[in-house]
C-alpha cells in the first residue's frame, strides 16, 4: 500500500507539538505529587541546663565567628548565655540568652569550600558529624566537608550547592538529635538493650572493622568494652587532652597523624587492633598472649590506662552486644 508522503499541515504539527507538551507538564506534575517537598526542619530551641551536645557545641563557634570568644565544648554554661545574650542585644532581639528560632538565623553564616571563617567551618563540621560524617573539626572547608555537605543536603531534598547556606544550617540544628554523638555521651544508654542509635552504630562499626581483620569473639568483646569504657561508645571529639574518637586515641602520641583516623570508627577500631597504617603503635593483635590475658587485663595492655581494672565492668554488656550484632 502506498503511503503519502505528502507534509503535514502546520496547524497538525501545532496541535501534536502543544499536546506533547501538555503531557510533559501532566508527567511532570504526576511526579511532583508522588515525591512532594520535604518540610523543614523548626530551628531548635538551645539554652543552659541542657545535656551537652553538639548544637550547643555549633552555637558557640558560631558566637566566637560573630565576635564573642566561647569555649566549644558543648556544655552551655554561664560564658556562652552570657555571651549569647551579648549577640542579641546587639542584634536587637530579645536578649534571653535562649537559642530559637528569633536567634539561629541571625547567627549563623555561611560558609563554602575555600571559607576563611574558621570557626563557622567548625559549627558547620560539628553539625555534620552528628550525621555520621565522620569529618575531623579543623575549620577548613575542604572537599571532604563539601561531599558530606552535599550528601546531607541530598538526604533532606534541599538543592545541593555544597555550600551551608541558612536551609542547611536549619536542617543540620534542628532535624534530628538521634545521630548526635556528644549528646549520646551525656544521655546514651549503659545496658545492652539501652543504647541510643548512635550507639548502636558505632557497635556494629567497631564489629565490622574487627571481623573484617579476623578478630574472634575475644578481641570484639574487648575492643566493645574498651569503647564503652573510654567513650561510652559514642564518637565524640572532646576528652582527656587531645583525646578523639570511640577509642579516645591521641594524634599527638601517634594514633592518628592529621587526626582523622581517630574520628572514623573503622580506623580507630583498626588502630586499636594494631592493623591500622595510619599508625605504628602497638595494638590488641601486637600484645603477647592476648587471647588468655584478662579482657580488662588486655585493653589497658593497648590504652595504658591509670585505672586496667575499669574495662570489667563492661564485659558481660560487650559480650551481648558481640553476640547481637
Not at 85 to 112: E, Y
Not at 174 to 195: E, F
Request: glycine fraction near 10%; include cysteine; aromatic fraction near 6%.
Amino acid at each position: 500500500m502506498h503511503r503519502s508522503t505528502l507534509p503535514r499541515p502546520r496547524s497538525t504539527v501545532l496541535v501534536d507539538t502543544v499536546a506533547a507538551a501538555l503531557l510533559a507538564l501532566l508527567v511532570a506534575a504526576s511526579v511532583l505529587a508522588a515525591a512532594p517537598a520535604q518540610a523543614a526542619s523548626a530551628w531548635p530551641v538551645t539554652q543552659a541546663g541542657q545535656p551537652r551536645n553538639n548544637n550547643a557545641m555549633a552555637l558557640q563557634f558560631l558566637l566566637t565567628s560573630r565576635g564573642y570568644a566561647t569555649t566549644a565544648d558543648g556544655a552551655f554554661g554561664s560564658g556562652t548565655t552570657t555571651n549569647l545574650k551579648a549577640f542579641q542585644s546587639a542584634q536587637g532581639v530579645g536578649a534571653d540568652g535562649i537559642a530559637g528560632s528569633g536567634t539561629w538565623p541571625l547567627l549563623v553564616v555561611q560558609v563554602g569550600q575555600g571559607s576563611s571563617d574558621t570557626n563557622a567551618v567548625k559549627a558547620a563540621q560539628t553539625q555534620l558529624n552528628k550525621y555520621g560524617a565522620d569529618l575531623v573539626a579543623d575549620g577548613v572547608f575542604g572537599s571532604g566537608t563539601r561531599a558530606a555537605v552535599v550528601s546531607f543536603q541530598a538526604s533532606r531534598g534541599l538543592s545541593q550547592s555544597g555550600t551551608v547556606d541558612v536551609a542547611t544550617w536549619q536542617e543540620l540544628l534542628g532535624y534530628s538529635q538521634a545521630g548526635d554523638q556528644s549528646l549520646c555521651y551525656s544521655t546514651g544508654g549503659t545496658t545492652a538493650s539501652s543504647l541510643l542509635p548512635a550507639q548502636v552504630t558505632n557497635v556494629q562499626a567497631i564489629l565490622a572493622a574487627t571481623r573484617a581483620a579476623g578478630g574472634n569473639r575475644n578481641a570484639q568483646v574487648i575492643a566493645l568494652m574498651t569503647a564503652m569504657q573510654e567513650s561510652k561508645i559514642c564518637n565524640i571529639q572532646f576528652g582527656d587532652r587531645d583525646s578523639l574518637g570511640l577509642f579516645q586515641q591521641r594524634p599527638s602520641q601517634g594514633w592518628c597523624p592529621g587526626s582523622t583516623a581517630c574520628v572514623n570508627p573503622t580506623a580507630s577500631t583498626q588502630g586499636f587492633l594494631g592493623v591500622s597504617s595510619a599508625t605504628s603503635n602497638r595494638g590488641l593483635f601486637d600484645v603477647s598472649g592476648w587471647e588468655s590475658m584478662a579482657k580488662t587485663r588486655a585493653a589497658d595492655a593497648v590504652q595504658r590506662s591509670c585505672c586496667p581494672d575499669a574495662y570489667a565492668q563492661w564485659e558481660s554488656m560487650a559480650t551481648t552486644l558481640a553476640d547481637t550484632y
